[in-house]
Structures are given as structure tokens and as C-alpha cells.
């Protein structure tokens, strides 16, 4: 089975500062990692994802996330908040090759830059 | 960019009462998705659907609820009976291919409240 964790309910970050937004991962074999954003009454927006190669990937807005396989982690990452970031942030996980191919999202993690 | 298109995007019915979501997904997407999210929740698998027919399901998706093309473009959920604990924001998703490793693309969602 795979599952994903989001240890943070919530993440409140000023403005210019970096923030983090944490998820740690299990699956079966090689997994496929993502994140979404949803900003409120909208549904949810691809950001990133980690298929293979570079553990270090880049998406929208700026954001980045680094796959570490060794913690099982996929946190997301930017070096310098904007309010608008204000979102809340889901991460989610799927099985590279064999098995499902539905991707299992976390609880998500709201996060709130203060100006 | 083409985008996932649900309406309505709230629907109040009485409990026992039987509702439709409905979803134009992206025109040359092949999978449909249903997830749900209750308030403060993580997002839920519900089902896929290909080739006019369920590929998977998961636990929530019993009896009481079936999903349809009707043509070409729709994508329908029907919850028959409804209950009070069906009261979530319901998202409806599409992607390209099943295999690949391209994201799903979500709709706005339909909330759902149930009295």
C-alpha cells in the first residue's frame, strides 16, 4: 500500500523568508512523487513532480522540491516567500511501474505567509 | 490551457435524495478520476474510469454510488441515497494516459452538503 505523510497541519512563514512544506513517502518500488496546490474554492494545481534523475526538481511559482530516498522524503521548498504562496499544499505519491497507478494525496498542509 | 470543468459547483440536497455531479473533463484526456475531500480531510480516491468502464475503486465507493459517460464529453457521478457523512467537496480529474507520469487535472469541485 502507499501512503503519504504530512506531519504539519500548518506552516506560517513571513514574507521573503524561505519556507519548507514537509512530506515524507511509502510505496512499493520507485515511486512517482507530486505536488498540488489549491487555492481556496479551486481545485488543485500541479506544481512539481519527481519521476527520476535530479533529485532536486523544479515547478511553478518558483517552488522546488527535493527527493531524498534515503528518508523517504519530498519535501517542498522556496527560498523566498510571497503572501500570495498562501495556499494550501498537498503532496502526493504513486507507484512508478507495476501496481496502481492512482496517486494517494496526504492530508496537505496549510500554509500562511504573513506580509 | 484546457481545463477540467464541473458544475455545479454547490449542491444542497436533503438526505436519501439521489444527486449527479457532473464533469467535461480535458477533450483528449482517456482516464477519469473522482476524489472527495471532507472539510479538514485529506483528498480521497474514489474511482477511474476507462474505455467506458471502471478500472478501479476503492472502499468508499459502494453500492450507492455509480459513475457514467453519457456521451462524448461528460464524465457523471451519482450518489443514489444520499447520507450526511457524503457532505465533501467532490473533485473531478482527468490525465492523458494511464502509465505515464503526467498529472492529474483537476476541476474546480462541487461541494456537496447534505441536510
Known amino acids: 500500500a502507499q501512503s503519504v505523510a504530512q506531519p504539519e497541519d500548518q506552516v506560517n512563514v513571513a514574507e521573503g523568508n524561505p519556507l519548507t512544506v514537509k512530506c515524507t513517502y511509502s510505496?512499493?518500488?520507485?515511486?512517482?512523487l507530486f505536488w498540488y496546490v489549491q487555492y481556496p474554492n479551486r481545485g488543485l494545481q500541479f506544481l512539481l513532480k519527481?519521476?527520476?534523475?535530479?533529485?532536486l526538481v523544479k515547478g511553478s511559482y518558483g517552488f522546488e522540491a527535493e527527493f531524498n530516498k534515503s528518508q523517504t522524503s519530498f519535501h517542498l521548498k522556496k527560498p523566498s516567500a510571497l503572501v500570495s504562496d498562501s495556499a494550501l499544499y498537498f503532496c502526493?505519491?504513486?507507484?512508478?511501474?507495476?501496481?496502481?497507478?492512482?496517486?494517494?494525496f496526504g492530508r496537505g498542509t496549510s500554509l500562511i505567509v504573513h506580509p | 490551457e484546457p481545463e477540467v470543468t464541473q458544475t455545479p459547483s454547490h449542491q444542497v440536497t436533503q438526505m436519501g435524495q439521489e444527486v449527479i455531479l457532473r464533469c467535461v473533463p480535458i477533450s483528449n484526456h482517456l482516464y477519469f478520476y473522482w476524489y472527495r475531500q471532507i472539510l479538514g480531510q485529506k483528498v480521497e480516491f474514489l474511482v477511474s474510469f476507462y474505455n467506458n468502464e471502471i478500472s478501479e475503486k476503492s472502499e468508499i465507493f459502494d453500492d450507492q454510488f455509480s459513475v457514467e459517460r453519457p456521451d462524448g464529453s461528460n464524465f457523471t457521478l451519482k450518489i443514489r441515497s444520499t447520507k450526511l457523512e457524503d457532505s465533501a467537496m467532490y473533485f473531478c480529474a482527468s490525465r492523458k494516459g494511464r502509465q505515464d507520469n503526467s498529472p492529474l487535472h483537476f476541476g474546480n469541485g462541487t461541494r456537496l452538503t447534505v441536510t
Open positions: 510505496v512499493s518500488g520507485n515511486p512517482y
Open positions: 519527481y519521476i527520476t534523475g535530479d533529485n
Open positions: 502526493a505519491v504513486r507507484e512508478g511501474s507495476g501496481g496502481s497507478y492512482i496517486p494517494t
